[in-house]
């Protein structure tokens, strides 16, 4: 039914099945009224719509018509159509002349393809006893509707709405009842009011507590959003589609909806886009004609630029730069920056549905930057690994900074007791913006050479560093600090200085292979692939590593791109070996041994268990209950999603046993 096909942060691209087609995600369902509809919204991008079942039940002339002909018929519209219940007038008019039953029935018997049960919308602000009681109401009606469907072997899928009001621990239990019921998509609603206000950093709290608590194999509403500026942020959250009458109502308000916000056509003296209309006419020729032809032209404007936005979205999450589009997106509104930094918070939820390697490099765009699940996941390593006695920090250079690193590293500030420097027993390391630590063993490894950050630095990056160095050099017995790191900083934290001996970083392969296996796989993963003698093949054209040999068998493959491991055979088995059970390990039922086996690709259903650090684009080995090596492969999705699916690839296998 739900299918992920591309992913990026908590984005996601997914194949949504219904019985009137599939949707690719993130996808904007426009709101056809059933009686007043002239744009035709399929010739802007739009492959599914929503109207309101309960209008169409309220209208004796309407009603007849949908249950003889269909709900497509009715609003023409040959796609997936997915209906309301009615909550949206019960938020207006306090009731409804309608039961939860019978909306659902209703909704089937006009051949909707996804329908509502009837909750009840908890405006933003309510008094915590209102919310309690209205999200009980709420839970009842989506079991009654669930049940409901299963006895009556309903065919539609079924919504069941996230409610709560904003008080993030309902939304939480809330979601993480629903989620226990069959349902097939879930809405979160009764965010409308928190837009409208530009209470964006609300709706993030409301988002991020209801998501987390979803399961990851339906896709997730945002009810009523409908503004492009926040399909972005919206996305990076975890939703999938999106629904909203924006596009007509700012139209016939004389409204132009843009990625920077909303233009008033009073206020305009050009056209603000260069979408078909904006091209085509100015804006005293809009405001020469007819209201209604007027309100038509920038209503298909509205269209064009919400759909254009979730292509570029979309091609976002392919690239994996979805964040930086979002930071780049927030920066139109203080309160849109308010909640991208306020996402922030949830730093270490989204690392988690982060895949670990992407086709882009990383640009640093400002302090929320410092956020994103590479920096998070690259410092949870650097507290991890295995340490030295002491430690050597250098001033950023030309990258790769192992390649470039001059021979004369200058005057040190020490800080610890001063010793003699064993630099067998030295970790070298470069300050970077934003990752902080570079060791330089590992410096290749995406993103840490694939990243990009503004040479004058602002004093958000250089604190985040100050912060993270003071914790760091704690772990070390002697830190020799480069002189022209500490003016770079412009801290005083290192009060003695020395003029030290010369020092020198020797590059040495077999180190540096060892530290990636590490720094890819876990502490001592290094020794224990790379045992026996070894022989090191580099590219003649880049002089980068491509092969790894040991008593002449191959290990693994070094990519070009991003300096990670592919495991050949022998390396798998040596992992398997060196890991104990259930580290790096996806486990397989009885009847997908054969096939994986075979090296065919495991599917998400056939998966009993799996390591909860496997994150999309790790190297995995498969293996059976009995922790037997059947195979190893490629992620393709993360731990929680590979245990939620239940179709779709989960693991792409590259040789079996």
Do not use: W
Request: net charge negative; hydrophobic share 35%; glycine share 4%.
């Amino acid at each position: 039914m739900f299918e992920i096909k591309q992913k990026d942060n908590r984005g996601r691209i997914g194949l949504l099945k219904t019985n009137h087609g599939t949707v690719k995600t993130p996808a904007l369902m426009p709101v056809i009224h059933p009686r007043k509809q002239t744009i035709d919204v399929r010739k802007f991008g739009a492959e599914i719509v929503i109207t309101n079942a309960y209008l169409i039940y309220k209208d004796e002339e309407l009603k007849q018509k949908a249950i003889d002909e269909g709900i497509h018929k009715l609003i023409n519209f040959n796609g997936p159509v997915m209906t309301d219940s009615g909550s949206f007038q019960l938020s207006i008019y306090g009731d409804v002349d309608i039961n939860n039953e019978e909306v659902i029935e209703f909704q089937e018997l006009i051949k909707t393809d996804i329908g509502t049960s009837l909750d009840i919308p908890t405006a933003p602000y309510v008094t915590r006893e209102k919310a309690e009681n209205d999200l009980k109401i709420t839970l009842e009606r989506a079991k009654e509707a669930v049940k409901y469907k299963e006895e009556n072997n309903i065919n539609m899928l079924l919504n069941s709405v996230v409610q709560g009001s904003t008080f993030s621990d309902l939304r939480s239990c809330c979601a993480e009842e629903l989620s226990k019921l069959n349902a097939d998509l879930y809405p979160i609603g009764a965010v409308v009011p928190l837009m409208e206000n530009y209470r964006y950093r609300d709706l993030v709290d409301v988002v991020t507590s209801s998501i987390s608590h979803l399961p990851n194999d339906v896709p997730r509403h945002l009810m009523g959003a409908g503004h492009p500026m926040v399909f972005a942020l919206a996305v990076a959250m975890g939703c999938d589609l999106f629904d909203s009458a924006a596009y007509i109502l700012y139209a016939e308000d004389d409204r132009f909806l843009t990625i920077r916000g909303t233009y008033k056509l009073e206020n305009l003296q050009e056209m603000p886009c260069s979408c078909e209309v904006c091209n085509k006419y100015t804006p005293d020729d809009l405001k020469a004609m007819e209201k209604k032809e007027r309100a038509k032209l920038i209503a298909e404007h509205n269209l064009r630029v919400s759909f254009a936005e979730l292509r570029v979205i979309r091609q976002a999450i392919i690239d994996g730069n979805l964040m930086e589009l979002v930071e780049e997106r927030c920066r139109v509104h203080p309160m849109l920056l308010d909640a991208c930094r306020q996402l922030g918070k949830y730093a270490d939820d989204l690392e988690v549905y982060d895949p670990r390697i992407k086709k882009s490099a990383f640009f640093y765009t400002g302090p929320e930057s410092l956020n994103r699940a590479e920096v998070v996941r690259h410092l949870d390593k650097l507290r991890n690994m295995d340490k030295k006695r002491d430690l050597i920090i250098l001033p950023s250079s030309r990258k790769p900074y192992s390649k470039y690193v001059s021979d004369n590293l200058g005057d040190f500030y020490i800080y610890g007791s001063e010793m003699k420097l064993d630099l067998k027993n030295t970790d070298f390391m470069v300050l970077d913006v934003p990752f902080c630590l570079i060791p330089l063993n590992i410096d290749e490894v995406y993103p840490l050479s694939q990243n990009e950050s503004p040479k004058i630095k602002d004093a958000d990056s250089l604190e985040f560093i100050e912060d993270f160095l003071s914790e760091f050099i704690e772990y070390y017995e002697q830190t020799l600090i480069s002189s022209k790191v500490i003016e770079e900083l412009n801290i005083g934290l290192y009060n003695i200085h020395s003029q030290s001996d010369e020092i020198k970083f020797i590059k040495k392969d077999e180190e540096k292979i060892k530290s990636i296996a590490d720094y890819q796989f876990g502490n001592g993963v290094g020794n224990a692939l790379f045992k026996g003698k070894l022989k090191i093949e580099k590219s003649k054209k880049t002089g980068k590593i491509r092969h790894v040999y040991s008593d002449g068998e191959l290990i693994a493959n070094m990519r070009a791109s991003d300096a990670f491991f592919v495991l050949a055979k022998e390396g798998a088995r040596r992992l398997h070996e060196k890991m104990e059970f259930p580290e790096n390990r996806v486990i397989v039922n009885k009847d997908s041994e054969p096939f994986a086996r075979e090296g065919k690709s495991v599917f998400s259903k056939f998966v009993i268990d799996c390591d909860t650090n496997i994150r999309a684009n790790d190297e995995v080995l498969i293996v059976n209950e009995n922790d037997e090596l059947l195979a190893f492969g490629k992620s393709l999705l993360n731990y929680a999603e590979i245990m939620d699916f239940n179709v779709g690839q989960a693991i792409k296998t590259r040789k079996g046993f």
